[in-house]
């Protein structure tokens, strides 16, 4: 369970910083550094939080797959 939210985090941190970096200031000088740093700072939100929301996803899919 942790290392496949290990792997999302860095799937949606990636896609997700990488588009608003491209779409706030477009590929200038600083693109690189900004977009790193906004990755960082993405994948550590969205570690933790898919860990602690993981388990309560979960719970809910399965709740509709029965019904």
Do not use: C, E, H, Y
Request: proline residues 3%; without cysteine; glycine residues 4%.
């Amino acid at each position: 369970m942790v290392l496949f939210g290990a792997f999302m985090s860095v799937a949606m941190s990636f896609t997700m910083s990488l588009t608003m970096t491209i779409i706030n200031i477009g590929f200038s000088q600083s693109f690189l550094l900004v977009w790193v740093k906004a990755f960082f700072i993405g994948f550590l939100v969205a570690f933790p939080t898919s860990l602690a929301v993981m388990p309560i996803i979960r719970k809910i899919v399965n709740r509709l797959i029965r019904d």
